[in-house]
């Protein structure tokens, strides 16, 4: 507990944020968090638009590019399990700042590289950066973030995944062309190790953490006075709550089984879908008949449906409207899915869009929602265990699709398997309601 004005009574520090107008010091906190999903956008797409410069660099077959390409997602997969979870024990800031030069002196690495095992061992290692800090900066916008406006920041903060892919897509073949593929990895080194300065300067602790572990920092005062500008400020405290192990072994305890299982199988299948869809769109309509440039732009559509239905969604979610909402954008997205079997190769555009809106914006706002499923002391260790369980899907996804092309099934028929698992998604959106209460 900490006193900001003597002779008035404590203010839970919750409702202090939760009551307050949205001030500039929170948007600065969601900017400088949105940065990190930034470069994770950034990094991943760059090692694809690099890759055809690497095969001919080194003398290779693209194919051979295979465990440089999935080394940083399971990086990531493995970041966001192990070193997600050390923000619930040493604090969100210094976390950040140690993921931010981790992934900016790997990508330097990176540009080193002179064989295809260096080259996967530098992806392994930024991947490991990547896949932790998205979680800790979720979780931190979160902690900043009214209650009214919780799922839509968190939503707009995870969307900048999406615009670093699309910067990536613009300046990385640029630099391709004038420095070689390694003034891609150099320009993403530089720019994480510039951020992670940002973040010294500019980043503050998690309010919460600073009021329970360091009562006496005069920086509390100053944060709660940049976000409740005017009247006195009242002594504040945090809802008590009984010390938690930040291991996984909490969140698989009888009191969090049963929201962690519910939010790993959603998170793992709609990330299965998603880079299905990521990886294998293009190829299925090229089969199909498509040319080459209006397949890739299919894909660019694909996003910008993700990205309006994310938006929409974690809007009606600030209105407490998440239930029926997501149940339709997940059943738009069964039903665009199948109705590549019943429409010709022409009129797919439409689909495409559907597909993105109601499967990509779900994600999106499920990672948002996410954030809620935990109470502070282990909110970082819940996302960072379900983002990583996540990326289990989005490895998986590509790899099985690929089989099931492999067998001489038709680009519909492909396309049209992915809607088992949205089915299965929107079925456990029935059971959100019973654990969204931790806002």
Do not use: K
């Not at 619930?88 to 900016?104: A, C, E, K, T």
């Not at 309010?207 to 329970?212: F, G, K, N, P, S």
Request: glycine share 10%.
């Amino acid at each position: 507990m900490t006193t900001m004005t003597s002779g008035q009574r404590p203010s839970e520090l919750g409702a202090l944020i939760d009551q307050a107008p949205l001030s500039r010091f929170q948007i600065r906190v969601v900017a400088l968090c949105a940065l990190g999903a930034f470069f994770d956008g950034y990094d991943i797409q760059a090692m694809g638009l690099a890759a055809p410069s690497v095969a001919h660099d080194f003398g290779t077959a693209s194919a051979s590019l295979g465990p440089a390409l999935s080394a940083a997602l399971i990086g990531m997969a493995l970041g966001s399990i192990t070193l997600g979870p050390l923000a619930d024990r040493f604090g969100r800031r210094p976390v950040m700042i140690g993921l931010m030069l981790l992934i900016g002196c790997t990508a330097l690495a990176t540009a080193t590289a002179q064989t295809l095992s260096q080259l996967a061992g530098w992806r392994l290692l930024t991947g490991l950066g990547l896949g932790g800090l998205v979680p800790v900066a979720t979780s931190l916008t979160a902690e900043y973030s009214p209650r009214a406006r919780r799922t839509a920041l968190i939503t707009l903060m995870i969307c900048c995944i999406s615009l670093g892919s699309l910067a990536s897509s613009v300046i990385a073949p640029a630099l391709d062309i004038r420095f070689g593929w390694r003034g891609i990895f150099i320009v993403g080194g530089i720019m994480p190790l510039l951020t992670a300065c940002l973040y010294w300067a500019a980043l503050p602790e998690s309010l919460r953490r600073m009021v329970e572990h360091d009562p006496g920092n005069p920086r509390i005062a100053a944060q709660l006075r940049a976000i409740v500008p005017t009247g006195d400020l009242p002594e504040v405290h945090v809802a008590a709550t009984p010390r938690t192990s930040q291991t996984a072994r909490i969140l698989l305890s009888r009191l969090y089984f049963p929201r962690t299982l519910l939010l790993w199988t959603v998170w793992s299948l709609n990330l299965f879908v998603n880079f299905s869809l990521a990886s294998w769109l293009p190829t299925l309509l090229q089969s199909a008949g498509w040319a080459h440039a209006s397949a890739l732009r299919a894909v660019a559509l694909m996003a910008l449906g993700g990205l309006a239905g994310g938006i929409a969604l974690s809007w009606l979610a600030d209105r407490g409207r998440i239930v029926g909402p997501l149940m339709v954008a997940y059943l738009i997205a069964a039903v665009a899915l199948l109705g590549f079997g019943v429409l010709a190769p022409d009129h797919w555009g439409m689909l495409i869009v559907a597909a993105g809106l109601g499967a990509f914006g779900a994600q999106l706002t499920i990672g948002a929602l996410a954030a809620t499923f935990y109470p502070f002391e282990i909110r970082s260790t819940g996302l960072g265990w379900a983002s990583g369980i996540g990326r289990l899907g989005s490895i998986a996804g590509p790899l099985a699709l690929g089989v099931v092309l492999s067998q001489g099934f038709s680009p519909s028929a492909v396309l049209a398997v992915l809607a088992l698992p949205i089915v299965a998604c929107a079925a456990c959106v029935l059971l959100l309601p019973q654990f969204l209460g931790e806002r």
